[in-house]
């Protein structure tokens, strides 16, 4: 008896219930998707637009959200076109965009809906087909192309799509580009517009990956053929978990062929065989059993989320988060490959990189959540720029590369730091923890009341910054600390005097609290989380 379903939600949650008993159920959610006129709210968060398949993420919402963005650049607005840097509408058809998607279930249907409409606006457009999100910031500055839309929600469940959009940069598009989208779209949205589907006239395929393997050898802060040197003539195997998603095929055509080089999951599955495709702690367990099974001298492995903005780090010994591998990939390019410049981090990361700094006597900067806040420090003109921006949520990019995240070169430079020091990441670390300190991050939270989303949550909390200054002495643990640095460029980050920190910033979109702490000890965290968590229940008045 054929199941039927009034909303694309209700399949999705029958479907997801046993990826492969119902996977023919993705059907349904496709007729769902072309069929549902209903509007969403388009909101463009730290990384574009992100919905459910059929549900918000529908064909013509794609459609008003890309009728959206061709009308902000009709307009010629000059604060638009100087974000996107492009002098005029008559610019931007000229040089054009670059559309593609990542493995996703209807990814080229959705991407054909794209280029639809920029080519009946006379805006020139390639196709890239299934690309990473690096390939698309390297292939527009390749191209000298305007802009990329990459139809990718990034680690998010197989349920979701997502929209991003990239200016000339190459970077994520910053808020005086995505408050306009948002502006128009959400206008269309009131008002009920349907926008009819437009056939390309003609498909024009780009290989991105080709441009991003010139782009990474011009750029020079890998040396590509020191890691192939390092593959074709050392003791190791350097394991790759591509999570079935847009990075497959990609380290194969940038290394070669190699017996030393293992991948898993590559195989198309629009469903990640039913996990969350991201690059997690539990993700790790097939890139680990690889290395424990290996005799190899070196062990490296990694997983990728399916656009290839995030990576996560293992080797024999130890998983290695992004908040130690950015501190490590600092160390590495300032002192091996002798690149100047600061230390750049989202303010919920480790101070491992601050101490490394501190002894270099080299700034630290740090900035909100969301990677185009990198932006000022990337570009080559920055007075300050950095030799490595990184965020805790598995996101790097380093001096001279893209301005958006990149697990491509997150690996490569993995490599790369292991062939030339001669030691495996956990010992690497080992070093540098030995010489400038140890440090034990991690995050938390608490829920809180529903009605205190957003505004009423941050001025509530607002008041730990008033109350916890600079000098304040705070009990952790039964031991007398005190407050050496107060930073609130994203919540409350509370740096006492042994190092040792706590952040506590509320949700923007949920009812929750989160704490980012870093302890000296791993015995010290729990005594940190207890002083995060006692300090928002004061200042929520939950106590």
Known sequence: MAREFNDASSCWREILS?????RELLSVVEKIAKENLSPAKVVFGTSGWRGEIGADFTFNNLRIVTSAIIEMLKSNDKSVMQAMGVSGFDAVRRR???????????GPDFAMEVIGL???????????????????????????????INLTPSHNPANYAGFKFNPSDGGPAGAEITARIEELA???????????????????????????????????TLNIERVRDFIGKEDCIICVDNVHGATRGRIRRILGESNKLVYLRTEDDYLFGGIAPEPSEKNMQGVEKILRESRAKFRLGV???????????????????????????????????????????????SNLLNAIAE???????????????????????????????????????AYNHTLEKDAIFGLLLAIEMVAVTGKNLSEYLKDIMDEFGHYYPDRSGIAVDRSLVGEPLIKKLSVISVQYKAGTEVIIGGEKRTIKNVITVDGTKLVFDDGSWLMIRPSGTEPKVRFYIEARTEQGKKAVFETAERMTKEALGME
């Open 186 to 220: 959400n206008g269309m949205m009131k008002q009920s517009v349907i926008i009819q589907p437009v056939k390309p006239e003609q498909v024009e395929e780009i290989d991105l990956t080709s441009l991003y393997i010139r782009y990474i050898s011009e750029r020079k």
């Open 303 to 349: 997983i990728m989320d399916p656009d290839g903005d995030r990576i996560r780090y293992a080797d024999a010994n130890m998983q290695i988060p992004m908040n130690y591998f950015g501190a490590m990939a600092f160390h590495f390019l300032h002192v091996h490959k002798g690149i100047q410049g600061i230390g750049v981090k989202s303010v919920g990361t």
């Open 118 to 148: 920029l080519q009946k606006n006379g805006i020139k457009t390639w196709y890239a087909g299934e690309a990473a999100t690096p390939e698309f910031s390297a292939g527009i500055e390749m191209l000298n192309a305007v802009c990329s």
């Open 96 to 106: 054009g965009a670059l559309v593609g998607h990542d493995n996703r279930f209807l």
């Open 359 to 397: 002894k270099f006597g080299i700034p630290v900067m740090e900035t909100k959540v969301g990677f185009k806040n990198f932006r000022p420090y990337m570009l080559k003109t920055a007075k300050e720029r950095a030799v490595v921006a990184f965020e805790e949520s598995d996101g790097i990019t």
């Open 18 to 22: 046993d990826v492969s008993g119902n």
